[in-house]
């Protein structure tokens, strides 16, 4: 029973490892198919493309609200990670121990996202942080992540697999949360 028990523990985690490998050509595919939905006359759907790239990089379906059976928006997002229990508070973006920990447990195959509060749609935003090292900030004067990030309100600036820096000036930093999937 117990080697039952380890091989399907073993298979969970080779499963998730194996939904990250191709994840650079995943988002760039949802990046491009974001860029084409904020090209039509229904912007309002385009809100949901960070919560339907998350679910097809990760395999998992947090943030789908079956009620209304649709993806969810950063604000939504946000009002959802801050109070369940799959989800944990790292900290703030701007203490080293929070990024080189978020990091880790991307390296790890965990989900983890950046949170900019906001009131509304036009303020919220959630990045998704990438596998990879840390790499220098001269901006934040720290090591940051890359991440990806899917700008409603200006899609011509979204993009895959840059600096965490380059998604939010440092005047943000103090606004920044990074949350993890348990």
């Given at each position: 029973m117990k080697n039952i028990f380890f091989v399907a523990l073993f298979l969970i985690q080779l499963t998730a490892?194996?939904?990250?490998?191709?994840?650079?050509?995943?988002?760039?595919?949802?990046?491009?198919?974001?860029?084409?939905?904020?090209?039509?006359?229904?912007?309002?759907?385009c809100q949901t493309y960070t919560a339907k790239a998350i679910k097809q990089v990760y395999n998992i379906n947090d943030f789908f609200q079956a009620s209304s059976k649709s993806d969810m928006t950063p604000v939504e997002i946000q009002e959802f990670i801050t109070s369940s229990s799959k989800w944990t508070k790292l900290g703030q973006a701007f203490k080293p121990e929070v990024i080189s920990k978020a990091q880790e447990l991307c390296n790890a195959g965990k989900p983890v996202l950046v949170i900019l509060k906001g009131e509304d749609s036009a303020d919220a935003h959630v990045s998704i942080v990438l596998p990879g090292e840390l790499q220098t900030s001269g901006s934040w004067g720290m090591?940051?992540?890359?991440?990806?990030?899917?700008?409603?309100?200006?899609?011509?600036?979204?993009?895959?697999?840059?600096?965490?820096?380059?998604?939010?000036?440092?005047?943000?930093?103090?606004?920044?949360?990074i949350y993890a999937r348990n």
């Open positions: 490892s194996a939904q990250i490998k191709n994840w650079e050509t995943t988002l760039n595919q949802t990046l491009q198919d974001f860029k084409t939905c904020m090209s039509s006359e229904n912007k309002t759907v090591r940051v992540p890359n991440v990806s990030a899917f700008f409603t309100h200006n899609p011509s600036n979204s993009f895959v697999n840059k600096s965490i820096s380059y998604a939010y000036t440092k005047g943000m930093i103090l606004q920044l949360e």
